[in-house]
C-alpha cells in the first residue's frame, strides 16, 4: 500500500470521526449591546523605543488628577517623594514638600490616639477614602485605584483617554438600567458609573496651555501612563545599553565560532 | 591523565575529580558534528533555568507571601527597589521564553525522532521536565495575588473536584482552607521555591542519560567513527555561546521594550475574591492544554483529556514504531508532523477563546486529531510507511553536502520512480 493512500484514508477517517464529535454549535446570543468603535488614536511622547515622558504634561496631568480624580480615586502605590527628580515628574525636593504638606494622612500620636496630620514625601498618595466599603458606600461602587491602570486594562494609554472622552448621549434604542449610570463609547458594555469628569476648561492650567478636553484627557493619561511605570525611561535607556552590547557579542561569537569550525569539514 | 599542568588543579584532581570529569565530558565528549541549530535549544532551556533561579532567588528577597500584601510587595520591586524592574521582568518574561525554548526542543526531539532506543529514558526525564516546569509556572502565577493569580488558580485547582467521591476533599487539602486563600498563597510560594530546584535535579539525570549514547543528529543515525563527531568543547560550546547571544537579544527586546505584552493586564488588578473577570485564560504557554479541557464535553473526562495530553508524552518512544529516528527520510511521518505543529498552535488559539460558535468545532477537531496523532497515525504510519534509504554515515552524507549535492538518502530516493 502506498503511503499517500494511507494517509488519505486515516484522515478522512480523522474528518469523518471529528465531525461527528462536533455538536451543533450554539447559537450565538444576539447583540443587543452597540458594537465598540476602534480605541481613538492618539500618540503621546512617551511611545516607541526611544520615547519619553514630557515632563510639562506630566505636571499638567498630575494637576488634573489633584484636582478632579483625586476626590473619588486613590493612587495608593505612590509616594510623594516618586514625584521628585529625573524618574519623576521634574520637582525639587522642597516642591515635593510643599504638595505633601497641603494633604492630610492619617497616623497615631504618642498617646495612640489616632490623629490627622500633614504628610511627608515619604508617605503614599492620601486617598479620599479610608478603605474601599467607605468608597463604595459614597459612590454606590468603589471606583478603582489608579496606581497601576494603564498597566491593567487592555489597550492601556488609548483606552484611558478613549474612556475620559468617550462620554455619549446614549444612542436612540439603547436602553440605559434603571440603577443610573451614564453612557461610554469604550466602556464594556457601554454603561459606567463614573459621571464624566472632565470637559473643556475643568481645570485653569498654569503655563498658559489651553485646557479643552482633550487636552486635559491627553495629560492625565500621560501622567498615569508615568504613574503605572515609573522606572520607563530607565528601562528603555538600560535595554539599548544592553542590546547594543549583546549584538557586538553577537558579531564576536559568531567570528569566535566560525573560526573554531574553520579546521572541520562540515 | 594529567588535566592541566597546574600543581594546584593537579593537586585537587588527584581527590575530587572534578577537572578530569567536565575534561571528559566537554573535551573528550564526542558529539555529531552535524548538529543544525535546532539543537542548540537544550543548552537554551539549561540558561533559561539559570536565569530564573537566579532571579526568582532575588525576587523572593523581597517578596511577601500574604494575601494582604503579596500585590504590593510585587509593586514595591517595581517601583522602590533599585533595578528590580529589570529582575521581575527578567524573571516574568522568562517564564515565556523558557518554555517557548522548551517547546521547541520538545518538537525538534518529535521531529528527527530523538527519543527512539536508546534514548527513552532520556526523552521520559525531558517530559517530567516540562511537566515540572507547568507546576511551577502555575504556582508562580499565582504569587503576585493578581485577578488572574487568584481566578487562574480557583479553575485550575477545582479541577481535582472532578475526582468522583473524593474530589472536594482533595480541593479542600490543596487549598488549605474553603477558597483559595492565604494558607493556598504560601504552600504556593513554598512549592514554586522548591520546584526548580526538583528540575534541575531532572536535568542532571536528563544530561546523564544524554551523554551515555551522546546527542541524536538531523539523519538519525549513530556515529560510527571519529570522522562523524567532534569533541563538545571548542565546537559546540562557541556554537552554543553564540546561539544563546542572539536568543538573549530576542529576549531582551521584550524584557526592555515589550515586558507586558505576554502577560494578562487583569493580572496588575489586585485578587478580589468577590468578582470574577469577565474571561479566566491561563498563560499562553499553557492555553494548548487548557483549550484540550475545555473541549470534553465532560468534566471528569476532559481533566482525564488534559493530563492524558502530557502523559502520552512519555510513552511516544513506544508509540512511535519505526526503524527510521530522523524525519528526514520519513516521507509520510513528515508531513504528519508539521500537522501536529499546526493542531497545537490552533488548540493555543482555541484557549485563548471563549467556547463559543466556531472555536468549540475547532477545539474538538483539534483535540480529537492531537490524540489522534499519537495513538494511531505514530503506530500506523511506522508500521506502512517507507523510509527512503539511510546514508552509510554521518561523514558520508556531510561531505556530499558540503560538495553540492543534497543528503545522500533524499537523492538516491527522488532518482527512483
Known amino acids: ?215 486635559e484627557a491627553h495629560d492625565v493619561v500621560a501622567f498615569m501612563t508615568w504613574a503605572s511605570d515609573p522606572m520607563m525611561e530607565q528601562r528603555k535607556r538600560t535595554g539599548a545599553k544592553v542590546i547594543l552590547f549583546l549584538l557586538a557579542m553577537t558579531g564576536v561569537l559568531y567570528g569566535a565560532k566560525r573560526r573554531v569550525w574553520s579546521d572541520v569539514e562540515h | 591523565m594529567a588535566v592541566s599542568r597546574n600543581k594546584l588543579v593537579q593537586w585537587i584532581d588527584h581527590r575530587l575529580p572534578v577537572f578530569s570529569y567536565l575534561d571528559h565530558e566537554l ?99 525531558g517530559v517530567l521536565i516540562v511537566l515540572l516546569m507547568m507546576a511551577t509556572a502555575f504556582m508562580g502565577y499565582v504569587l503576585p495575588w493578581g485577578q488572574m493569580s487568584f481566578w487562574g488558580a480557583t479553575v485550575i485547582t477545582s479541577l481535582f473536584s472532578a475526582i468522583p467521591g473524593v474530589g472536594k476533599d482533595i480541593v479542600t487539602w490543596l487549598w488549605g482552607g474553603f477558597a483559595v486563600s492565604n494558607p493556598t498563597l504560601n504552600r504556593f510560594y513554598a512549592l514554586h521555591y522548591l520546584l526548580p530546584f526538583v528540575i534541575l535535579g531532572v536535568v542532571v539525570l536528563h544530561v546523564l542519560a544524554l551523554h551515555q549514547h551522546g546527542s541524536n543528529n538531523p539523519l538519525g543515525i549513530d556515529r560510527k567513527g571519529p570522522q562523524d563527531s567532534v569533541p563538545f568543547h571548542p565546537y559546540y560550546t562557541y556554537k552554543d555561546m553564540f546561539g544563546l547571544s542572539v536568543f538573549l537579544i530576542v529576549f531582551s527586546i521584550f524584557v526592555f521594550y515589550f515586558p507586558n505584552a505576554l502577560g494578562d493586564p487583569q493580572n496588575y488588578i489586585p485578587a478580589n475574591p468577590m468578582q470574577t473577570p469577565p474571561e479566566i485564560v491561563p498563560e499562553w504557554y499553557l492555553l494548548p492544554f487548557y483549550a484540550i479541557l475545555r473541549s470534553i464535553p465532560n468534566k471528569l473526562l476532559g481533566v482525564c483529556a488534559l493530563f492524558g495530553s502530557i502523559f502520552i508524552l512519555f510513552v511516544v518512544p513506544w508509540l512511535d514504531t519505526s526503524k527510521v529516528r530522523s524525519a528526514y527520510f520519513r516521507p509520510v511521518y513528515k508531513w504528519v508532523f508539521w500537522l501536529l505543529v499546526i493542531d497545537a498552535f490552533a488548540l493555543g488559539a482555541v484557549g485563548a477563546h471563549r467556547p463559543e460558535g466556531i472555536w468549540i468545532v475547532i477545539g474538538r477537531v483539534g483535540t480529537f486529531y492531537y490524540f489522534l496523532h499519537f495513538l494511531v497515525l505514530m503506530p500506523l504510519i511506522g508500521w506502512l510507511e517507507r523510509p527512503l534509504p539511510l546514508p552509510p554515515s554521518i561523514s558520508e552524507a556531510v561531505l556530499k553536502k558540503r560538495a553540492g549535492g543534497a543528503v545522500a538518502g533524499a537523492t538516491a530516493a527522488r532518482a527512483k520512480p
Open chain 1, 1 to 215: 500500500m502506498k503511503p499517500r493512500y494511507v494517509m488519505t484514508a486515516l484522515l478522512a477517517g480523522a474528518a469523518i470521526a471529528g465531525a461527528a464529535l462536533v455538536q451543533p454549535a450554539q447559537p450565538v446570543k444576539a447583540q443587543a449591546e452597540e458594537a465598540t468603535p476602534p480605541l481613538p488614536d492618539v500618540s503621546w511622547s512617551f511611545e516607541g523605543p526611544f520615547g519619553t515622558f514630557d515632563r510639562a504634561a506630566l505636571q499638567r496631568g498630575f494637576q488634573i488628577y489633584t484636582q478632579v480624580c483625586s476626590t473619588c480615586h486613590s493612587m495608593n502605590l505612590l509616594t510623594y517623594d516618586d514625584l521628585a527628580g529625573t524618574d519623576g515628574l521634574g520637582y525639587s525636593e522642597a516642591q515635593v514638600k510643599a504638595i505633601a504638606a497641603q494633604k492630610q494622612v492619617p497616623d497615631i500620636d504618642k498617646n495612640g490616639q489616632p490623629i490627622q496630620r500633614p504628610a511627608r514625601p515619604s508617605d503614599h498618595f492620601a486617598a479620599p477614602f479610608p478603605n474601599e466599603q467607605a468608597a463604595a458606600a459614597a459612590l454606590g461602587k468603589a471606583p478603582p485605584d489608579l496606581s497601576d491602570i494603564i498597566k491593567a486594562r487592555a489597550g492601556g494609554a488609548r483606552y484611558v483617554y478613549g474612556i475620559l472622552t468617550g462620554f455619549r448621549e446614549p444612542p436612540k434604542g439603547f436602553e440605559m438600567p434603571p440603577g443610573g449610570g451614564h453612557y461610554n463609547l469604550y466602556f464594556p458594555g457601554h454603561v459606567i458609573a463614573m459621571p464624566p469628569p472632565l470637559q473643556d476648561n475643568t481645570v485653569q492650567y498654569g503655563d498658559g496651555t489651553k485646557a479643552t478636553l482633550q487636552q
Open chain 2, 27 to 125: 573535551h573528550e565528549y564526542p558529539t555529531p558534528k552535524n548538529l543544525n541549530y535546532w539543537w542548540n535549544f537544550g543548552s537554551l532551556a539549561g540558561a533559561m533555568l539559570t536565569i530564573m533561579i537566579v532571579t526568582g532567588i532575588f525576587l523572593a528577597m523581597q517578596y511577601d507571601p500574604n494575601t494582604g500584601d503579596a500585590f504590593q510587595s510585587v509593586e514595591r520591586v517595581m517601583r522602590e527597589v533599585n533595578y528590580g524592574w529589570l529582575i521581575r521582568y527578567i524573571h516574568m518574561n522568562g517564564a515565556s521564553f523558557f518554555f517557548i525554548v522548551v517547546y521547541i526542543h520538545l518538537f525538534r526531539g518529535l521531529y528527527y525522532g530523538s527519543y527512539k532506543a536508546p534514548r527513552e529514558l532520556l526523552w521520559m526525564l
